[in-house]
């Protein structure tokens, strides 16, 4: 196992355009989480999926925001009608159970111009 | 708002030197991790303490849990400049989710 990947590294898009973003977690880790991190601070978190099942959503996750975990193996992040104010880095992390920790994957680094 | 406030916001020392670094909230945690983040990179999992005055040690790096379970803190005997990087707590209160602190920078000059 490789680890949790995220793809893809960098994305530089237009004012207004939808992005979607991906994430394979390890493969035996049932729980995802997506976080957002602006430079110099820690993570925010965004949502939870336990297996396929959305668990817990952040009100930072606005109805532009949706994420989906089918068949609970990968997921996605897509974000419509992006905003300047949407430009940080997203991370993905898995974990088997919440005592044991999260490991993260690279993120994805989002600049909205 | 942040749940976690960590301290120093920065940090910037010599080769050989130790430093603390804090995690302070009003909120009990019923467990309190701590990561380290590269630049351009994920956050790195270094402990995790679940028990109120528990201490772990890390080669270097020395972790305490607070008695109340409200904070915590890391400290680096003779720093490296391997140790560079952002340090991150985080705290978990729901079961669900980690709630990550505010950071602390450290540089580590040869």
């Avoid at chain 2, 849990?65 to 209160?93: E, M, V, W």
Wanted: with cysteine; aromatic share 10%.
């Amino acid at each position: 196992d490789t680890g949790v990947s995220q793809n893809p590294r960098h994305k530089i898009t237009k004012r207004g355009q939808n992005v979607t973003f991906r994430c394979d977690p390890i493969s035996e880790h049932n729980r995802l989480y997506w976080y957002r991190q602006t430079l110099g601070q820690g993570p925010e978190f965004l949502t939870y999926f336990q297996n396929e099942a959305q668990l817990e959503k952040s009100r930072l996750l606005s109805d532009r925001f949706s994420a989906e975990r089918p068949k609970g193996s990968f997921s996605t992040l897509e974000i419509q009608r992006t905003e300047q104010g949407d430009s940080a880095m997203y991370l993905c992390a898995s974990s088997p159970g919440q005592t044991y920790g999260y490991t993260f994957g690279s993120g994805t680094r989002l600049t909205v111009v | 708002t942040q749940l976690l406030e960590q301290s120093p916001q920065f940090l910037s020392i010599q080769e050989g030197e130790n430093l603390t670094v804090y995690c302070n909230s009003s909120s009990v945690f019923s467990s309190l991790q701590w990561y380290r983040q590269e630049p351009g990179e994920g956050p790195v999992l270094l402990v995790t303490v679940v028990t109120g005055g528990e201490v772990k040690k890390l080669k270097r790096l020395t972790f305490q849990f607070g008695d109340a379970r409200k904070d915590s803190s890391l400290h680096i005997t003779a720093a490296q400049p391997g140790d560079t990087g952002l340090y991150l707590c985080a705290g978990d209160r729901t079961g669900n989710q980690f709630y990550f602190g505010t950071g602390t920078s450290l540089t580590v000059i040869p």
